[in-house]
Nanobody, 124 residues
C-alpha cells in the first residue's frame, strides 16, 4: 500500500507560480510511475504530467509551463507550475501505479494510488 499526501495548493494571480508536493509513505515512489491529474468543477479529471522510469510526459496545455520532478531521498514528487492561467484552476491530484515500461502515462485508470487532492485557484 502507498499513501499519498499533496500540499502546496492555494490562490495565485495569473502569471504567478506554485509548487505542489506529493509525499509518499508505505513504499518507495521510485517503484512506480507517478503523475499529476486535475479536475475542474463540472469537468472530468484530466492528465497533467507524469514520470516513469526515464520518461516524462506532459499535457499539451501545460508544456513549457509545468515541470514534474522527484526527490527519491524524500520520497516526494513535485509539480512546479509557472505562468499560471485561470484555466489551470482545479483540484490537483497525485497518483502512482505499477505499470509496464511501454504503458502510456496519461491514463488515469492505470494508476492505483491517489492522494486526496489540493486546490489550485488562479485569479485573472
Amino acid at each position: 500500500q502507498v499513501q499519498l499526501v499533496e500540499s502546496g495548493g492555494g490562490l495565485v494571480q495569473a502569471g504567478g507560480s506554485l509548487r505542489l508536493s506529493c509525499v509518499g509513505s508505505g513504499r518507495s515512489l521510485s517503484s512506480y510511475a507517478a503523475g499529476w491529474f486535475r479536475q475542474a468543477p463540472g469537468k472530468e479529471r484530466e492528465f497533467v504530467a507524469a514520470t516513469g522510469w526515464t520518461r516524462l510526459s506532459y499535457a499539451d496545455s501545460v508544456k513549457g509551463r509545468f515541470t514534474i520532478s522527484r526527490d527519491q531521498a524524500k520520497n516526494t514528487m513535485y509539480l512546479q507550475m509557472n505562468s499560471l492561467k485561470p484555466e489551470d484552476t482545479a483540484v490537483y491530484y497525485c497518483a502512482c501505479g505499477a505499470m509496464p515500461y511501454s504503458s502510456p502515462l496519461d491514463i488515469a485508470n492505470r494508476y492505483t494510488y491517489w492522494g486526496q487532492g489540493t486546490q489550485v485557484t488562479v485569479s485573472s
